[in-house]
Nanobody, 125 residues
Framework: VQLQASGGGLVQPGGSLRLSCAAS????????IGWFREAPGKEREAVSC????????YYPDFAKGRFTISSDKTKNTVYLQIDNLTPEDTAVYYC???????????????????WGQGTLVTVSS
């Protein structure tokens, strides 16, 4: 199982980014997959998860409205669109999965066993 996150960078407040997570060693048809982030001095938190049951998504309250998770199963890639970025969004963003979990809700409320290397998002003027 490998997850390769990319797309981070320096963005001005109010800008947008789309992060990508290329998966290998498994297909996105089966497990739930999600995005998590770790800001400086803070604990890692779930941002969004995508389940395998009708692609049901889960977002914690802070992520609703500005974060959108999606996937392209032909490319075995998951995306995270982040709009209207604020300095509080500065963090390392990770994609993660649990091959034994299909629920987006439970994945986002767990610590998945499989993680990518993370991509840094810095929001600053």
């Amino acid at each position: 199982v490998q997850l390769q996150a990319s797309g981070g960078g320096l963005v001005q407040p109010g800008g947008s980014l789309r992060l990508s997570c290329a998966a290998s060693g498994f297909t996105l048809d089966r497990p739930a997959i999600g995005w998590f982030r770790e800001a400086p001095g803070k604990e890692r938190e779930a941002v969004s998860c995508l389940g395998t049951n009708n692609d049901i998504t889960y977002y914690p309250d802070f992520a609703k409205g500005r974060f959108t998770i999606s996937s392209d199963k032909t490319k075995n890639t998951v995306y995270l669109q982040i709009d209207n970025l604020t300095p509080e969004d500065t963090a390392v963003y990770y994609c993660a999965t649990d091959l034994d979990q299909s629920s987006s809700y439970y994945l986002c409320h767990s610590r998945p066993p499989n993680w990518g290397q993370g991509t840094l998002v810095t929001v600053s003027s």
